[in-house]
């Protein structure tokens, strides 16, 4: 139990475009989840955090009209990086706190690795 | 708020050597602890954790870690590595109260040499 699964898990785009980065959690209604960012043989840096019907919260220093999350529904969280750049370029990861009852630890996505040429 | 220190960037070991990857960490209230592993370009799982009760916990792919208050150290131990363990691993930390957010240290790449 508690899958979560990402897609795209790698995607190149053009410099200015927008992507889309989906989480869904597979087998659990997930009320919160986290959207994480990986520099290269770095750890994870927590972006923000989506909870199902109300706005995102963000950590200090991340921009919210660039990275803009959306959380519609108990199963899929929405990662949209606007107007991308190639310093956008990174390791997107997305996390979701399952019920107490399936424990404790929050399950990962397997990641999208974003490449902006 | 919590910290977590990884003592170590890499480690290197043969295979079927015992190893251990250390963990230290600070909070000024009770935390949960976690261990997950990365293997390249995939996501995190979750190895093992400790919530609490006994200090000794074992996980998955042969792994334990050690709880100790005291020296607020959650290391994590392996008596026999398989090439197929080489990957990055996270040592992480939670408030035990609510749903706080993850506290991630900066990750120990085990290598795992024949």
């Known amino acids: 139990g508690a899958v979560v699964s990402q897609h795209p898990s790698r995607v190149i785009c053009k410099s200015g475009t927008s992507v889309k980065i989906e989480c869904r959690s597979l087998d659990f209604q997930a009320t919160t989840m986290f959207w994480y960012r990986q520099f290269p043989k770095q750890s994870l840096m927590l972006m923000a955090t989506?909870?199902?019907?109300?706005?995102?919260?963000?950590e200090q220093g991340v921009e919210k009209d660039k990275f803009l999350i959306n959380h519609a529904s108990l199963t899929l969280s929405t990662l949209t990086v606007t107007s991308a750049h190639p310093e956008d370029s990174s390791f997107y990861i997305c996390?979701?706190?399952?019920?107490?009852?399936?424990?404790?630890?929050?399950?990962f996505g397997s990641g999208t690795r974003l490449t902006v040429v | 708020a919590q910290s977590v220190t990884q003592l170590d960037s890499q480690v290197p070991v043969f295979e079927e050597a015992p190893v251990e990857l250390r963990c230290n960490y600070s909070s000024s209230v009770s935390v949960y602890l976690f261990w997950y592993v990365q293997y390249p370009n995939q996501g995190l799982q979750l190895l093992l954790k400790?919530?609490?009760?006994?200090?000794l916990v074992k996980g998955i792919n042969g792994f334990e870690a050690e709880f100790n208050k005291s020296q607020t150290s959650f290391h994590l131990r392996k008596p026999s590595v398989h090439i197929s363990d080489t990957a990055e691993y996270f040592c992480?930390?939670?408030?035990?109260?609510?749903?706080?957010?993850?506290?991630f240290g900066k990750g120990t790449m085990l290598l795992v040499s024949p």
């Open positions: 992480a930390v939670r408030m035990n109260s609510g749903y706080s957010t993850l506290t």
């Open positions: 400790y919530l609490s009760g006994s200090t």
């Open positions: 989506s909870n199902e019907g109300s706005k995102a919260t963000y």
């Open positions: 996390s979701a706190r399952p019920p107490t009852a399936l424990g404790y630890g929050y399950t």
